[in-house]
């Protein structure tokens, strides 16, 4: 009787949990038994690792050999867990030592003939292993890259499971990783193609000052997609520690590239209106993956046409919006992925949605039910709204060019930098984050400046929410002007931002 051990990680969404992987090869009738509440593709890892070892030219056990997964209720998904079963068999035979395996994390899909084969999750899951406190992951070779993001974890790629057992034997090397690069920056469009549309470009500016969500409406063809699409262009890059959370998600959901999966620039995600509310969301069976939200997770979410994505996906964001992150239950259990994002809402003022307004066919009942598909609660989360023109004239004022993305950045850059120096103490980088008590209390600004938003209150013209949310922008406006706080007109034009009608 011989009983050999080694370790894998389990992911609950991005977050990782330590897997203890147990072979005991015991007298018996010859068979293999698998236990701790495996998914039924990993219930077909005991053929795959039996064939590879076999295709390794090493012997599978002739006797009863039984494999525990611990901790045993904790729901176990995929096959990055056969090369951890497929080294502890071999360690229970004698095959290999045991002695490198304390401390050392294994991941990986085998194949049939040996090889090791990619699977997704290796970022997320080597962080968690790094927080657990171990010092070594061997890993897939075609996931060295992502794997070498993780700092303070020896990472070691291996082709094949008798590269590895080679290793253990200490009669080879494995694959190391080279140095980390930054992934080159995708070509931002710049604002300089916009034509016109003054205010929706200063609306812009703001949101990008201060992370804050935006409504854009206004007929078909006055610039609503291209303005939302150069959004991250004005964006400050990804922190490094944001810049992995962003990865940790696109390794989950395995989109993320190999050859360089740190990227600095904000994501852009612009799903169609056809998307399920799983797709968007996230969702499917067991465990659920991450959706659209996630993979927008640090940069924009842009929903074009917004009217026509349907009440169900649209309300399914309302949590979302406050908390940053979503939780997904299903039958295997809770899962979290993270969700912060600005959302750039784009809508027709009406279905018929001609160029001119005096054009329109559509009755008022019709505008108001269109419309009405952007419910209130909805749009109460949303800072900024704009009403765009049609665009009269496609040459600019040569005495006036339009300003380009670089020059609206800088002064982006100058606001945000404000922001982050004045909540620095807090945790919050964006004054779209602050909350409202903490800017009522606080950061209380004189009875004479925020009259205005009283009186709307005291009107009904916006609620409670609605005034958390000048107060914010009105911060933002002031960062924008290099004021210490902000006056009374900052929070006027915060309040028409808000006051602004969709229809």
């Known amino acids: 009787m011989a009983l050999a051990r080694s370790w894998s990680i389990a992911l609950l969404g991005i977050e990782g949990r330590l897997v203890e992987i147990e072979a005991d090869i015991g007298a018996g009738m010859p068979g293999t038994k698998l236990v701790g509440l495996p998914d039924p593709g990993l219930r077909e890892a005991k053929d795959r690792v039996r064939a590879a070892i076999r295709n390794s030219r090493h012997s599978w056990p002739d006797t009863h050999v039984t494999l525990g997964l611990s901790p045993a209720n904790l729901p176990k998904v995929g096959s990055s867990y056969d090369l951890g079963i497929a080294v502890a068999v071999l360690a229970a035979s004698g095959v290999v030592p045991g002695v490198e395996l304390s401390g050392t994390v294994m991941l990986g899909e085998l194949a049939l003939d040996g090889r090791v084969r990619p699977v997704p999750g290796v970022l997320p899951a080597l962080l968690a292993a790094r927080r657990l406190g171990h010092r070594r992951a061997v890993v897939p070779a075609g996931c060295?890259?992502?794997?070498?993001?993780?700092?303070?974890?020896?990472?070691?790629?291996?082709?094949?499971?008798?590269?590895?057992?080679?290793?253990?034997?200490?009669?080879?090397?494995?694959?190391?990783?080279?140095?980390?690069?930054?992934g080159p920056a995708p070509h931002a469009p710049d604002l300089t193609d916009v034509v016109g549309q003054p205010e929706a470009?200063?609306?812009?500016?703001?949101?990008?000052?201060?992370?804050?969500?935006?409504l854009l409406t206004g007929p078909p063809g006055v610039g609503k997609t291209m303005l939302a699409t150069r959004l991250p262009g004005l964006l400050p890059p990804l922190s490094t520690e944001e810049a992995l959370e962003v990865a940790a998600v696109r390794s989950v959901d395995g989109s993320l590239s190999r050859s360089s999966p740190l990227v600095l620039v904000p994501p852009f995600v612009a799903p169609h209106h056809?998307?399920?509310?799983?797709?968007?969301?996230?969702?499917?069976?067991?465990?659920?993956?991450?959706?659209?939200?996630?993979?927008?997770?640090?940069?924009?979410?842009?929903?074009?046409?917004?009217?026509?994505?349907?009440?169900?996906?649209?309300?399914?964001?309302?949590?979302?919006?406050?908390?940053?992150?979503?939780?997904?239950a299903r039958s295997r259990g809770v899962v979290r992925y993270p969700a912060s994002f600005q959302l750039v809402l784009a809508s027709n003022p009406c279905p018929c949605a001609p160029p001119r307004e005096i054009d329109c066919t559509c009755s008022p009942s019709a505008r108001r039910r269109y419309l009405g598909r952007l419910s209130g609660p909805l749009l109460d989360r949303v800072d900024l709204r704009v009403r765009m023109r049609p665009v009269t004239a496609m040459r600019s004022s040569e005495a006036h060019p339009p300003e380009s993305t670089e020059v609206v950045r800088k002064r982006v850059l100058v606001a945000r930098d404000r922001a982050t120096a004045r909540w620095a103490d807090r945790g919050w980088r964006t004054n779209a984050a602050v909350p409202g008590p903490v800017l009522w209390r606080e950061f209380a600004l004189p009875r004479s400046a925020t009259a205005l938003v009283e009186r709307a209150l005291q009107h009904g013209a916006i609620t409670?929410?609605?005034?958390?949310?000048?107060?914010?922008?009105?911060?933002?406006?002031?960062?924008?002007?290099?004021?210490?706080?902000?006056?009374g007109d900052h929070v006027a034009s915060a309040l028409e931002f808000r006051d602004r009608r969709a229809a």
């Open 144 to 182: 060295v890259s992502e794997a070498a993001l993780v700092e303070g974890l020896e990472v070691l790629g291996a082709p094949g499971l008798a590269d590895v057992v080679a290793w253990l034997r200490q009669e080879g090397e494995l694959v190391r990783p080279d140095p980390v690069e930054t």
């Open 201 to 214: 470009r200063w609306a812009l500016e703001v949101a990008a000052a201060g992370g804050h969500h935006v």
């Open 274 to 328: 056809s998307i399920s509310v799983s797709a968007l969301v996230g969702g499917g069976n067991g465990l659920a993956t991450p959706g659209a939200i996630s993979k927008a997770h640090g940069g924009v979410l842009f929903l074009d046409e917004a009217a026509e994505f349907g009440a169900e996906r649209l309300e399914s964001l309302r949590t979302v919006l406050e908390e940053g992150e979503i939780r997904i």
């Open 464 to 487: 409670a929410r609605g005034a958390d949310r000048c107060l914010r922008v009105a911060w933002t406006l002031a960062d924008l002007d290099g004021a210490a706080c902000p006056d």
